[in-house]
T-cell receptor, first 114, second 114 residues
């Protein structure tokens, strides 16, 4: 079965600083990987996804993530944090032929300080 | 109107009561899911349905049941609620044609069992 591990349940950055949220995955077959964001009192929204092809994927709001097979990682980055980025971020994985069910990580709460 | 609508948004109930959470969608998606979110645990899959006649258990289905009344409607029931079912519940949908199973989430139903 596939799984994801998010390192750091809480991350705090200064406005304008680099955002780095870590995600490592485990899968016996090539995975599909996702980052979702949850703003307070809202459902989850897709930030970006990796399926096949280019390993650096760009998402909404200036976020991007790089699929590194050798490191089994899919870390989320943004060059310059904005106050509006404060939210909870979830990494998720699925595989083809596995019923297409997503398995989510435990989430990382991002705090952006002035 | 939201693509995925959950009702009620908030519910407080007592141990032993029967509770139904409802989900309806206007996306025209064939696949629907119920997830549960707990702090520090991320989202866990309760049940999922790939069409009206297809219902499948997720990783934490004990104590829950579902009904897919129509393509657009998927209800989650707690036959006899218990306090450890206090959580935030999300309905989600996806379209098989999207390939990589991108989920569209509702805004969530917060359930408190006293």
């Amino acid at each position: 079965a596939q799984s994801v591990t998010q390192l750091g349940s809480h991350v705090s950055v200064s406005e304008g600083a680099l955002v780095l949220l870590r995600c490592n995955y485990s899968s016996s077959v090539p995975p599909y990987l996702f980052w979702y964001v949850q703003y307070p009192n809202q459902g989850l929204q897709l930030l970006l996804k990796y399926t096949t092809g280019a390993t650096l994927v760009k998402g909404i709001n200036g976020f991007e993530a790089e699929f590194k097979k050798s490191e089994t990682s899919f870390h989320l980055t943004k060059p310059s944090a904005h106050m509006s980025d404060a939210a909870e971020y979830f990494c998720a994985v699925t595989i083809t032929g596995g019923g297409n069910k997503l398995t989510f990580g435990t989430g990382t709460q991002l705090k952006v300080e002035l | 109107d939201a693509d995925v609508t959950q009702t009620p948004r908030n519910r407080i109930t007592k141990t032993g009561k029967r509770i139904m959470l409802e989900c309806s969608q206007t996306k025209g998606h064939d696949r629907m899911y119920w997830y549960r979110q707990d702090p520090g645990l991320g989202l866990r899959l309760i049940y999922y349905s790939f069409d009206v006649k297809d219902i499948n258990k997720g990783e934490i289905s004990d104590g829950y049941s579902v009904s897919r009344q129509a393509q657009a409607k998927f209800s989650l029931s707690l036959e006899s609620a218990i306090p450890n079912q206090t959580a935030l519940y999300f309905c989600a949908t996806s379209d098989v044609s999207s390939g990589a199973n991108v989920l569209t989430f509702g805004a969530g139903s917060r359930l408190t069992v006293l």
